[in-house]
């Protein structure tokens, strides 16, 4: 910043500071602050680097460089059994429904806080090495740490040192609640996120987040303040699911900042204990209260309405509404002719990633959420 433009700016800030004692946050701003504000600065011509998606699943790029990503589940839905797929999926081009989008393996680094150190081992093992189709991990390509035995803030620190020092391609933490006490500690979550945004960034790694999602099973959000902020701050959200009646494992891709998967990846678990894709898995579907439904009485979606058009006039206005109120202004204004009709539609909105339904585990009272998950990118 010229010298002319700096001093018009400090004259005009001091102008509108009346009081001859200004506190800290009145305090007239430097130069030195100035010049680093605007160097972050965007403009429609900024030079800047296109994204860079590590792969690809059902052809929809996916995992980016310098971003963060959440990977979500109840206990026992999965979550490292997906991760074990991505790491595989490093090592070799293409694992079940993942694809790498890069001619050569990636470096990974796996930090494990939740499992005992013989676990880990057995991933990388047993799953990991047959699932890339390896006899040997290369150790200057792989990296496993477990810090299950390590205070929060030794394996906070240690994860900022093994991402700065291995510089891997991707990271994953498992699990992200084990860097802080207490889950439900704003100040200490937006601590964490803000350093691993700024881990990401520095370094052009992605990193992977793993956290548990509510336990109530009308609650679909993850756990507590760090969960507020990481699905605030992610770039993408994976969540996993344990289809009990099936004993089939599922992966959503719930939330993306750039493109959603519409499709969902189904398997199933092998006598070898292996992952093995089920590409034509049809999941019974259920109502908003997670009761079984029946296939045949599902109705057919016209292609020609406009699903964003619709709940943002049903909602009226209104980022959250109560589920039958955004019902009944959708059968009275925008001409939705029945309610089997308009449970088609909200299907198929929250598929689209336009909407999604919270229940009020107090009242039982279910919501609707008016999403914008697009950049103008």
């Known amino acids: 910043m010229s010298e002319q433009a700096f001093q018009l700016i400090e004259g005009s800030l001091s102008r509108r500071m009346q009081p001859a ?8 701003p430097t130069k030195e602050e100035i010049d680093n504000l605007f160097k972050e600065r965007i403009t429609p011509e900024t030079n800047l680097p296109p994204m860079q998606p590590l ?30 797929i991505l790491m595989a999926c490093t090592q070799k081009n293409q694992v079940l429904a993942l694809e790498r989008l890069s001619e050569e393996p990636l470096k990974v680094l ?10 880990t081992q057995e991933i990388l093992k047993d799953r990991v090495m047959p699932l890339a189709g390896i006899e040997k991990l290369d150790e200057t390509q792989f990296y496993a740490f477990n810090l299950r035995g390590q205070g929060y803030q030794h394996r906070d620190r240690m994860v900022g040192v093994a991402v700065r020092s291995i510089k891997p391609d991707i990271c994953i933490i498992d699990g992200i609640k084990d860097l802080m006490t207490d889950i439900n500690d704003a100040v200490q979550a937006t601590r964490i996120m803000e350093k691993m945004m700024a881990l990401a960034k520095e370094t052009n790694c992605c990193i992977v987040c793993v ?55 189904y398997y199933c678990v092998n006598t ?7 590409s034509d898995y049809r999941e019974q579907p259920r109502d908003l ?20 058009q619709l709940f943002t006039t049903a909602m009226e206005g209104r980022e959250q509404r109560k589920f039958n109120e955004v019902m009944a202004v959708a059968m009275k204004k925008c001409g939705v002719p029945d309610s089997a009709t308009y449970y088609a539609y909200f299907a198929l909105a929250k598929e689209q990633g336009i909407i999604r339904d919270v229940v009020n585990p107090a009242t039982g009272v279910t919501w609707v959420e008016l999403l914008d998950n697009s950049l103008p990118f």
């Not at 209260?289 to 964003?308: A, F």
Request: hydrophobic share 30%; with cysteine.
């Open 211 to 265: 956290l548990h999602l509510n336990k109530s099973e009308q609650d679909w959000n993850m756990r507590g303040s760090i969960g507020t902020e990481l699905t605030n701050k992610a770039f993408e959200v994976f969540q996993c699911t344990f289809i009990e009646e099936t004993g089939t494992f599922k992966v959503a891709h719930t939330y993306s900042r750039k493109q959603k998967m519409k499709r969902k990846f």
């Open 55 to 84: 792969f690809r699943m059902f052809g929809v790029p996916c995992f980016y460089r310098g971003e963060l990503v959440a990977d979500c589940g109840r206990a026992k839905s999965g979550k490292t059994f997906f991760l074990s």
């Open 289 to 308: 209260r997670g009761r079984w439904t029946r296939e045949e009485n599902t109705t057919k979606v016209d292609p020609d309405i406009n699903m964003l």
């Open 21 to 28: 004692v200004m506190s800290l946050e009145q305090k007239a």
């Open 110 to 119: 796996w930090i494990d806080t939740e499992q005992s150190q013989q676990s």
């Open 272 to 278: 070898q204990g292996l992952p093995e894709e089920l």
